[in-house]
């Protein structure tokens, strides 16, 4: 019997397709970095990004490991999570814990280029992504 795929275990991939859904449950999928923070996993993203809209409506998200363009494999596992939207300062420095040891240089950089961009500091909020109760 197949093991059921679990948050822990899409905690290593890369790249992960995070699918927040729309008011008629339509689903929409975005490939993400990823990391894990003590038991849930984090995803950051900008403030006004379409994924904060619906998770402020809809809570309920789904993740597949995925190419870094989203690519995901016919037979790549699914699992079902809730995530919550985080603001503030102490998200943003701990998605840099988080994130940086895992990404390294590439996330340094592609931050940097969104700081030159925005011309300051990005807008950005921490999904906390957790087991469904």
């Known amino acids: 019997m197949p093991t059921e795929t679990t948050l822990?275990?899409?905690?290593a991939e890369k790249f992960v397709s995070l699918?927040?859904?729309?008011?008629?449950?339509?689903?929409?999928p975005t490939p993400v970095w990823?990391?894990?923070?003590?038991?849930?996993l984090v995803v950051t993203t900008p403030a006004g990004s379409g994924k904060v809209k619906r998770l402020?409506?809809?809570?309920?998200?789904?993740?597949?490991?995925?190419?870094?363009r989203g690519t995901?494999?016919?037979d790549a596992p699914t699992v079902r999570a809730v995530a919550e939207v985080i603001?503030?300062?102490?998200?943003m420095r701990r998605l840099d814990e988080v994130l940086k040891p895992k990404?390294?240089?590439e996330y340094l950089v592609v931050m940097?280029?969104?700081?030159?961009?925005r011309r300051g500091s990005p807008q950005r909020v921490m999904l906390r992504i957790s087991p469904v109760d």
Do not use: H, Q
């Open 72 to 74: 995901v494999e016919d």
């Open 56 to 68: 402020r409506k809809n809570r309920t998200v789904e993740l597949r490991p995925c190419g870094r």
């Open 19 to 28: 699918t927040t859904f729309r008011k008629n449950g339509a689903g929409v």
């Open 34 to 40: 990823i990391g894990r923070d003590g038991d849930a």
């Open 103 to 105: 990404y390294s240089v």
């Open 8 to 11: 822990d275990d899409l905690a």
């Open 87 to 91: 603001e503030g300062d102490d998200a």
């Open 112 to 117: 940097s280029i969104e700081r030159l961009l």
